[in-house]
């Protein structure tokens, strides 16, 4: 009989042991609530850690974003510059207020928002007096975008930015936070991210009227009275005081989880990238990545095959990958919406890594031996392919 394994999944989430104390402490003081003492304090904690003045917890990350934008005065009829290589809920928040997203393509230096491409659109559209109401700045899978360029490049034409750093909570630029540059940052707690709440999110910001407007806007906008009384629409987008409970025991360990996830990193790298196709997602110089995931790309002829049996041979050996993010603009819901690419011609860059990558398991709580056994299978993939490559040059 074969020894049983269990499933390694991408990124499970990876518990403490103190979450309990705080949910017990919500239930022995009776906050079952979106308000309460967990909330406040977690709050607290998070803007302290990353270093804003302020956050406010909410039901997702896609709620801070929504309050985001909105809070930017992206409505109807607006556009808002946007990377194509994310996931869907960065873009999605902006059709939410009647605005179009308009994609940029990314670099290949950190796979994300292209300085150069984005200049490009921002001098187009503002050129032809569609002046963007804002910036979005994904950092993906926990690796910082250009933030220096980026900044510079939306100061100058005076758009504001708001970083997506739903997956990059405790990676840095320079020393400094991601989601600390724009006017607004965002983290996502979903239960796949470094740390979870099991789902919620956190915005936040140095302006701190802006925070309050947002929990306003999350508590359904009841105005000052002591009837119901309502002026502008609101949503029910607050974080519960259980979760938040949750959060508070997460935020605690943090540090430890991008340790972890950075150790399986370098494990994957000293192993497979040694082999001559690899390549991993690139680490910008003076930045740190919490490296949330462990993304890789094959840099080959017939890279996207072999993609496609890397992902079949993982998954009957019972272990999760995924593809990297499908481009926002190669998908049927954004069919038609603008895009600026990197290159003027020739393929987009997320295109060529969207077809070349795979994302690894990478959870923190992922033991060695485990780790092992998804190398193993990868090795035996691409140790086929280098058999191929000797023959056909023989
Ligand atoms: C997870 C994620 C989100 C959405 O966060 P939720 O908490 O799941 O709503 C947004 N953007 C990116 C890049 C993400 O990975």
Redesign the pocket.
């Known amino acids: 009989m074969s020894k049983q394994t269990s499933r390694i999944y991408l990124s499970p989430p990876h518990m403490s042991g103190n979450e309990q104390a705080y949910i017990d402490e919500a239930f022995r003081s009776n906050w079952i609530a979106p308000i309460g003492p967990n909330i406040t304090a977690f709050e607290q904690q998070m803007s302290e850690y990353v270093g804003a003045r302020g956050a406010a917890a909410v039901s997702?990350?896609?709620?801070?974003?929504h309050l985001a934008l909105q809070l930017l005065g992206v409505g109807d009829g607006d556009t808002v510059l946007c990377p194509s290589f994310?996931?869907v809920?960065?873009a999605n928040p902006i059709r939410y207020l009647g605005a179009e997203p308009i994609f940029v393509d990314s670099e290949p230096g950190t796979w994300n928002l292209s300085p150069i491409a984005l200049e490009r659109a921002l001098r187009l559209e503002t050129s032809a007096e569609r002046i963007p109401k804002a910036v979005i700045v994904?950092h993906?899978y926990g690796g910082m975008a250009n933030m220096g360029e980026i900044m510079e490049i939306c100061e100058r034409y005076r758009v504001p930015v708001l970083e997506?750093a739903?997956?990059s909570l405790g990676s840095t630029y320079r020393g400094r936070q991601s989601g600390t540059f724009g006017a607004f940052g965002?983290y996502?707690?979903?239960g796949?991210?470094i740390i979870t709440t099991s789902?919620?999110?956190m915005l936040v910001s140095d302006n701190t009227e802006a925070l309050e407007r947002a929990k306003f806007l999350a508590t359904q906008a009841r105005d000052a009275a002591g009837h119901y009384q309502h002026s502008v629409m609101g949503y029910n987008y607050r974080m519960s005081n259980v979760l938040a409970g949750i959060g508070r025991a997460q935020l605690e360990v943090l540090e430890q989880r991008v340790e972890a996830r950075r150790a399986i990193y370098r494990r994957y790298e000293d192993t497979l990238g040694k082999m001559k196709s690899v390549a991993f997602m690139p680490e910008l110089e003076g930045t740190r990545s919490n490296r949330w995931l462990t993304a890789m790309t094959l840099q080959c002829a017939g890279a996207e095959t072999v993609i496609g049996n890397l992902l079949d041979e993982l998954a009957k050996a019972d272990i999760e990958a995924r593809p990297l993010w499908k481009p926002l603009h190669l998908q049927p819901l954004f069919k038609g919406a603008a895009f600026y690419g990197h290159n003027e011609q020739g393929v987009s860059v997320c295109e060529e890594l969207f077809r070349t990558g795979i994302c690894l398991p990478s959870g923190s709580s992922m033991g060695t031996e485990e780790q092992e056994r998804v190398i193993r299978v990868i090795a035996e993939v691409l140790g086929d392919l280098r058999t191929e490559k000797t023959e056909a040059a023989s």
């Open positions: 997702s990350g896609t709620a801070a974003i994310t996931f809920a960065t994904v993906l997506d739903a997956e965002v996502s707690f979903n796949n991210k789902g919620g999110g």
